[in-house]
């Protein structure tokens, strides 16, 4: 098990622009999240996923946000029109429904936006 | 987004010193967790406190549930230069599967 893959790890784009970001998590795990973390913030929670159903939305995720889960396996995350405040480190997170909090994080995609 | 208040934001310490970092809420969690980041990298749990009142230890890391269910504490004992990194904490409504709210974190420094 290689764990929480997220690619890219880095991205810089011009603004406008839309962007797209991949999730791979552990296999077994049928929970997928998706938290934004900005410079010196905690991460903040943006979406999670059991198996291909969104679950749940924070106010965060805009209209310009766009998450999918297709066959309950990996995920993406679209922003479209990116803007400068979108700028952060994405960060993906797996578990299991059930038991405890066996959150394992990927590494993120570092979002810049010029 | 709504964050838990987390002191200190920093730390500044000698190798070998004992440190300790706090959270409080003004909501009630039923899980409180730690978390440790490293430059680059995501968040790694480090303790998952599920009981009001429970204090767990790994290794040289104790944390405590408070019994309020709106704070908890983390000390290390006996710190080492590996321990640098930014330290989160973490709390969610329910025992198993759902979103946290994360602290600010606070910035550990070791000198050797």
């Known amino acids: 098990d290689t764990g929480v893959s997220q690619n890219p790890r880095h991205k810089i784009t011009k603004r406008g622009q839309n962007v797209t970001f991949r999730c791979d998590p552990i296999?077994?795990?049928?929970?997928l999240y998706w938290y934004r973390q900005t410079l010196g913030q905690g991460p903040e929670f943006l979406t999670y996923?059991?198996?291909?159903?969104?679950?749940?939305k924070s106010r965060l995720l805009s209209d310009r946000f766009s998450a999918e889960r297709p066959k309950g396996s990996f995920s993406t995350l679209e922003i479209q029109r990116t803007e400068q405040g979108d700028s952060a480190m994405y960060l993906c997170?797996?578990?299991?429904?059930?038991?405890?909090?066996?959150?394992?994080f990927g590494s993120g995609t570092r979002l810049t936006v010029v | 987004g709504q964050q838990l208040n987390q002191s200190p934001q920093s730390m500044f310490i000698q190798e070998g010193e004992d440190v300790s970092m706090n959270c409080t809420s003004s909501?009630?969690?039923?899980?409180w967790l730690w978390y440790k980041q490293d430059p680059g990298e995501g968040p790694v749990l480090l303790i998952a406190?599920?009981?009001?009142?429970e204090l767990t230890s790994n290794g040289r890391l104790t944390a405590q549930f408070g019994i309020t269910r709106k704070d908890s504490f983390l000390n290390i004992s006996a710190s080492i230069p590996s321990d640098v990194g930014i330290y989160f904490c973490?709390?969610?409504?329910?025992?198993?599967?759902?979103?946290?709210?994360f602290g600010e974190g606070t910035q550990l420094t070791v000198n050797p």
């Open positions: 997170a797996s578990s299991l429904s059930s038991g405890a909090y066996g959150y394992t």
């Open positions: 296999s077994e795990h049928n929970r």
């Open positions: 996923f059991q198996n291909e159903a969104q679950l749940e």
């Open positions: 909501s009630i969690f039923n899980t």
């Open positions: 406190l599920y009981k009001a009142g």
């Open positions: 973490a709390g969610a409504p329910y025992t198993s599967g759902s979103r946290l709210t």
